[in-house]
């Protein structure tokens, strides 16, 4: 088998995933699909459908910035360039039931820590891909907004029905303005000197940014 077997196991998942969900049925019939030995498919997924729904999800994501990192944002604003980051991703989760399924997973107590964990995963990759530098508190805060924003616009973009996801883009404009007009306010907060010292206090509390993912593109350590 030349393709990558956890590749095949995904696509091959992708065919019964609207019929059972990300459930063990699904992941016994990928393996069987793909021709990989249930031993080495239980090696690469240990926890079975759930793991093969992260790495679903991981795979949009090094998608996603694998075409960011082939346009040219030059000269768009910078709202324009995050709310292109997220049409990216949401473009490259390749199937609509696929993620609808994943939620439902993912909406599990049990799975509910990986769900977020997965969120926040996107929400870095997005803001890496976009140059982002920011350290201390301001890093977990853009990451944090930007997951709120990414998950709002995918619960939408599931149920939008109208051509080409039109609907969908205008509300994470609308979105991305409601960001930017909050981000505008503290940055005049900030310019009073009480408040100012006042917002910075969290960054006493709170380390540098962790360390870069190594499974996404573009992420190198520093």
């Known amino acids: 088998m030349t393709e990558d077997p956890k590749d095949a196991l995904i696509d091959a998942a992708l065919m019964h995933v609207p019929f059972d969900g990300w459930s063990e049925t699904t992941f016994r019939a990928a393996a069987e699909d793909a021709g990989v ?4 498919a239980r090696g690469l997924f240990p926890r079975g459908a759930v793991d093969l729904a992260l790495a679903f999800h991981a795979r949009g994501d090094r998608r996603m910035v694998e075409r960011l990192q082939s346009m040219s944002l030059d000269g768009l604003r910078y709202r324009d360039k ?6 990216t991703r949401i473009e490259a989760s390749e199937d609509r039931e696929a993620v609808r399924r994943g939620m439902t997973l993912f909406s599990l107590p049990m799975y509910a820590a990986d769900g977020t964990r997965a969120l926040w995963n996107t929400a870095d990759a997005i803001w890496t891909a976009l140059g982002d530098t920011s350290e201390d508190f301001n890093w977990y805060t853009k990451r944090a907004t930007l997951s709120g924003v990414y998950s709002s616009t995918v619960l939408y973009w599931l149920g939008d029905d109208s051509p080409g996801s039109h609907e969908t883009w205008s509300f994470l404009d609308r979105r991305i303005d409601d960001v930017m007009r909050i981000e505008t306010a503290k940055a005049s907060v900030r310019k009073v000197p009480f408040m100012g010292k006042l917002m910075d206090l969290p960054n006493r509390f709170v380390g540098r940014r962790p360390k870069p993912r190594d499974d996404i593109p573009g992420q190198q350590r520093q």
Not at 37 to 40: D, E, T
Not at 82 to 87: C, N
């Open 82 to 87: 995050v709310a292109r980051a997220v049409r």
């Open 37 to 40: 030995a249930p031993a080495v």
